[in-house]
Every structure is written in structure tokens, then in C-alpha cells.
Nanobody, 119 residues
Framework: QVQLVESGGGLVQAGGSLRLSCAASGSIYSISAMFWYRQAPGKQRELVARITSDGSTNYADSVKGRFTISGAVAKNTVYLQMNSLKPEDTAVYYC?????????????WGQGTLVTVSS
């Protein structure tokens, strides 16, 4: 069984910073990419950032220059450093991974961590 666990969410004032963490565990042979998604109230889940096993990163236009994804995909760990936070960044943030496990190729989700940015 594969498990992704996020941490680091919370309440922060606009302009502040938070750092989210995600750790994957279980029967994992390898991870090809890890992602951060978010879902704001009443909106669809959207991709925020991606990091691949070779270290390549991509970001949504709305967070470029403010958020940084990092970590060691090979060590099943990824972070999201969020700076200059805005009220519109308020959402539940989810970790996601494309991986090869004992059950074959999987796309796994964490349970989410809530980020609230006050104005």
C-alpha cells in the first residue's frame, strides 16, 4: 500500500510564507514525478507545480516567481515553498505522485492540507 502524507498548512497573513512537505511511503519501487495541486472552495482542482525525477520543474502561471517546488523525488519527498502569499492562494493543497509500486504503476494522492491566507 502506498501513502502520501502532507504537512505544513495553516493560517498566514497576506504577504507571508508557508512551506508544505509531502512524504511518500509504502511499497514504492520508484517515483517519476511528484506534483502539488490545490482546490479552492467552489473551484476545480488545479495543478500548482511539478518536479520530475531528473529535477525538472514546472509551475502554474499564477504562482510563478512566488512558489518553489523542491525535494528529492528519488527519496520520495517533495516540498512547496510558498512566498508572497495572497488570499486567492487559499485552498486545500494536495500532493500527488506518479510511481511504480508493488501493485504496478499508480497515481497516488495525499489527504490534503489546508492553507488559509487572510487579507
Amino acid at each position: 500500500q502506498v501513502q502520501l502524507v502532507e504537512s505544513g498548512g495553516g493560517l498566514v497573513q497576506a504577504g507571508g510564507s508557508l512551506r508544505l512537505s509531502c512524504a511518500a511511503s509504502g511499497s514504492i519501487y520508484s517515483i517519476s514525478a511528484m506534483f502539488w495541486y490545490r482546490q479552492a472552495p467552489g473551484k476545480q482542482r488545479e495543478l500548482v507545480a511539478r518536479i520530475t525525477s531528473d529535477g525538472s520543474t514546472n509551475y502554474a502561471d499564477s504562482v510563478k516567481g512566488r512558489f518553489t517546488i523542491s525535494g528529492a523525488v528519488a527519496k520520495n519527498t517533495v516540498y512547496l515553498q510558498m512566498n508572497s502569499l495572497k488570499p486567492e492562494d487559499t485552498a486545500v493543497y494536495y500532493c500527488n505522485a506518479d510511481l511504480l509500486s508493488g501493485q504496478g504503476f499508480l497515481n497516488a494522492w495525499g489527504q490534503g492540507t489546508l492553507v488559509t491566507v487572510s487579507s
